[in-house]
């Protein structure tokens, strides 16, 4: 849009504005049924008759939980949940891949905690966006700690100590983050509830997905593939003439590689869906900005659902 347009748009009344808004959103939304329809995609074989039965058997029992917690304790619903879930995770996966990925995460917000700090006048960041940044930061370490023999379970995890060690205290503001997202929630009444509920099921489906081995070709020709070579060999070779993705941009993988290292194949398969969370965290806080909070778990919900 250029400026012109930009301009003519903003002389609009506020009703007008609003006219054009949904006609763009109405357009849109007719181009994508559209689309839809004459690619065939609804015409795809996705599900196996056993995995939709399996499906529905989900749908109920979560669908039976959530209503029990909803109409007797709905504050309680999402601590709940989450302690089934770790469980459940802990058992299929094993409490090592568990601890791997939140040893991690939890390092890489105390790094981007004092990365991006502020000083004690100003707000801190926002905890996704300080998660993001430790993220990257370790991203880049590994990037270089590859290219040498040093790459062994007990380093990665002494390593991952070091930012909650700078500071004491920014690693215990960042651990009560941590217990807060597992606190009871204030949820003003049983409808919230709900929505939270809503918003939880396709992400409650990539969890499962998650806590199944790999079947990918790229995730096991390449995306584990790397992990499992530094952590037999303890450093990554970049030989493109051997494998011609050797120096492709890898920086999923180095993350991919942090938590293979100390976890295996389901740490990293469960931080994939770590991230997942991560951005319906930031869906979830951009949208709240202009709209009700159901409604922006509902965007949640779409988001994850796709």
């Given at each position: 849009?250029?400026?012109?347009?930009?301009?003519?748009?903003?002389?609009?009344?506020?009703?007008?504005?609003?006219?054009?808004?949904?006609?763009?959103?109405?357009?849109?939304?007719?181009?994508?049924?559209?689309?839809?329809?004459?690619?065939?995609?609804?015409?795809?074989?996705?599900?196996?008759?056993?995995?939709?039965?399996?499906?529905?058997?989900?749908?109920?029992?979560?669908?039976?939980?959530?209503?029990?917690?909803?109409?007797?304790?709905?504050?309680?619903?999402?601590?709940?949940?989450?302690?089934?879930?770790?469980?459940?995770?802990?058992?299929?996966?094993?409490?090592?891949?568990?601890?791997?990925?939140?040893?991690?995460?939890?390092?890489?917000?105390?790094?981007?905690?004092?990365?991006?700090?502020r000083g004690e006048?100003?707000?801190?960041?926002?905890?996704?966006?300080?998660?993001?940044?430790?993220?990257?930061?370790?991203?880049?370490?590994?990037?270089?700690?590859?290219?040498?023999?040093?790459?062994?379970?007990?380093?990665?995890?002494?390593?991952?100590?070091?930012?909650?060690?700078?500071?004491?205290?920014?690693?215990?503001?960042?651990?009560?983050?941590?217990?807060?997202?597992?606190?009871?929630?204030?949820?003003?009444?049983?409808?919230?509830?709900?929505?939270?509920?809503?918003?939880?099921?396709?992400?409650?489906?990539?969890?499962?997905?998650?806590?199944?081995?790999?079947?990918?070709?790229?995730?096991?020709?390449?995306?584990?593939?790397?992990?499992?070579?530094?952590?037999?060999?303890?450093?990554?070779?970049?030989?493109?003439?051997?494998?011609?993705?050797?120096?492709?941009?890898?920086?999923?993988?180095?993350?991919?590689?942090?938590?293979?290292?100390?976890g295996g194949e389901?740490?990293?398969?469960?931080?994939?869906?770590?991230?997942?969370?991560?951005?319906?965290?930031?869906?979830?806080?951009?949208?709240?900005?202009?709209?009700?909070?159901?409604?922006?778990?509902?965007?949640?919900?779409?988001?994850?659902?796709?």
């Amino acid at each position: 849009m250029g400026a012109a347009e930009a301009a003519q748009i903003r002389r609009l009344s506020p009703r007008a504005s609003l006219y054009v808004v949904w006609a763009l959103f109405v357009g849109a939304l007719a181009l994508t049924v559209w689309g839809t329809y004459s690619s065939g995609l609804l015409k795809q074989d996705l599900w196996s008759s056993t995995g939709i039965a399996q499906l529905r058997v989900l749908i109920l029992c979560y669908a039976v939980w959530s209503a029990a917690w909803i109409a007797l304790a709905p504050r309680w619903f999402w601590p709940a949940s989450a302690a089934l879930l770790l469980i459940y995770a802990a058992i299929v996966a094993g409490p090592l891949a568990i601890l791997a990925v939140g040893w991690f995460l939890f390092s890489a917000l105390v790094a981007g905690t004092l990365l991006l700090s502020r000083g004690e006048a100003r707000a801190p960041a926002p905890a996704p966006l300080r998660l993001l940044a430790g993220v990257a930061a370790w991203m880049l370490l590994i990037w270089i700690a590859v290219r040498f023999p040093v790459n062994y379970a007990a380093v990665y995890a002494a390593a991952f100590g070091l930012p909650m060690a700078l500071r004491p205290g920014v690693t215990a503001a960042c651990c009560k983050e941590v217990l807060a997202l597992i606190s009871p929630l204030h949820l003003s009444g049983r409808r919230r509830a709900a929505m939270v509920a809503v918003a939880a099921l396709p992400l409650l489906c990539h969890l499962l997905v998650s806590l199944k081995p790999e079947q990918g070709a790229d995730g096991l020709a390449v995306h584990l593939m790397i992990p499992a070579w530094v952590s037999f060999h303890h450093y990554w070779h970049f030989d493109y003439r051997h494998i011609v993705w050797a120096v492709m941009p890898l920086g999923a993988d180095w993350c991919y590689t942090a938590v293979y290292m100390l976890g295996g194949e389901y740490a990293a398969r469960l931080l994939n869906f770590a991230f997942l969370c991560v951005i319906a965290a930031i869906v979830y806080s951009i949208t709240r900005r202009f709209t009700k909070p159901a409604t922006a778990l509902l965007a949640v919900a779409l988001f994850a659902a796709i």
